[in-house]
Nanobody, 119 residues
Framework: QVQLVESGGGLVQTGGSLRLSCAAS????????MGWYRQAPGKQRELVAS??????????NYSDSVKGRFTISRDNAKNTVFLQMNSLKPEDTGVYYC??????????WGQGTQVTVSS
């Protein structure tokens, strides 16, 4: 079994920062992509950022709404992915879910962590 344990969510004021972490454990032999999604109340889950390990290094992808404010990174030795969130806005509020793709076939999700940005 694969487990994803998230941490780092919370309540912050507009303009503040938070750092999310997600550690994967279990039967993991090749994590291709690690990422973060979020779901705001009444909205669909959306991709925030992802990072893929490729031969030349890490390849990152961000939604337009967070470019320049969020930074995703990963520690392959610890099977951990991070999301540094700066200049937070109320519209960043939601439940943030960690996601990993293993061997290009298997998808796993974390339990979600709440991020609330007050105006």
């Amino acid at each position: 079994q694969v487990q994803l344990v998230e941490s780092g969510g919370g309540l912050v004021q507009t303009g503040g920062s938070l750092r999310l972490s997600c550690a994967a454990s279990g039967n993991i032999f090749s994590i291709n992509v690690m990422g973060w999604y979020r779901q705001a109340p009444g909205k669909q889950r959306e991709l925030v950022a992802s990072v893929a390990s490729i031969s030349s290094g890490d390849s990152t992808n961000y939604s337009d709404s967070v470019k320049g404010r969020f930074t995703i990174s990963r520690d392959n030795a610890k099977n951990t992915v991070f999301l540094q969130m700066n200049s937070l806005k109320p519209e960043d509020t939601g439940v943030y879910y960690c996601h990993i793709n293993v061997a290009g076939r298997y998808h796993y999700w974390g339990q979600g962590t709440q991020v609330t940005v007050s105006s």
